[in-house]
């Protein structure tokens, strides 16, 4: 079974500093998806980035970027330029083509200015 | 414009009783899941119906059961209510389709259960 591990439970940066939030996962699958999700205060569900596995090229979006590793099933987030809003939960979600999507425990980053 | 709306947001219950939660999505999506969050914030799924269809049954109590009215609608009802199910509970929807659309899954709001 797919599993999705989020080894740092919190993680704290400094106003326009940079941040990199570590996720690993588990499948014998060779096409997938993966995704960073936020989930600030108010609970609502934010995708962030997503990557798909068959493609080298790691995703941009803005201030956040993924280092995808393949060979190392490992999959950080690393968010550029911290803002004061960026302080949430941040979950990391595996996907195996238009199957369900299995998350990691999260982690939930503080920003301080 | 919502685009995936849950009604209610919160829910409080006494033990033992029957409620539903209910789903709805306008980005004329085939496909709706229910998500559980605990209170650790740990997600996971519980059900997922394409076109009316489930598709996808994990591991949850008899309980608790889905429904699918139309493409567009995917309730929740949940029987005898128990301590253990007070959670955030997610509606999300998305589209199967080609690699290139990613089949990115839209979230409602969540509905904050609690049973007392």
């Known amino acids: 079974a797919q599993t999705v591990t989020q080894s740092q439970p919190e993680m704290s940066v400094q106003e326009a500093e940079t941040v990199t939030l570590s996720c690993t996962y588990d499948t014998s699958e060779s096409d997938y998806y993966l995704f960073w999700y936020k989930q600030p205060p108010s609970r609502q569900m934010i995708l962030v980035i997503r990557q798909e596995a068959y493609k080298q090229q790691n995703a941009t979006e803005n201030r956040f970027s993924v280092n995808f590793q393949k060979a190392a099933k490992s999959f950080s987030l690393k968010i550029s330029d911290s803002q004061l809003g960026d302080a949430a939960m941040y979950f990391c979600a595996y996907r195996k083509n238009t199957d369900k999507l299995i998350f990691g425990t999260g982690t939930r980053l503080q920003v301080f200015p | 414009d919502t685009a995936v709306s849950q009604t209610p947001k919160y829910l409080v219950t006494q033990m033992g009783n029957d409620k539903s939660i209910k789903c709805e999505q306008n980005l004329g999506h085939d496909t709706m899941y229910w998500y559980k969050q605990d209170s650790k914030k740990f997600l996971k799924i519980m059900f997922s119906y394409n076109n009316k269809e489930l598709i996808i049954n994990e591991t949850v109590p008899n309980r608790f059961s889905p429904k699918s009215p139309d493409k567009a609608h995917l309730n929740l009802h949940i029987n005898s209510l128990e301590l253990g199910d007070s959670a955030v509970y997610f509606c999300?929807?998305?589209?199967?389709?080609?690699?290139?659309?990613?089949?990115?899954?839209?979230f409602g709001p969540g509905t904050r259960l609690t049973v007392l």
């Open positions: 999300a929807s998305s589209r199967l389709g080609q690699r290139s659309s990613y089949n990115e899954q839209f």
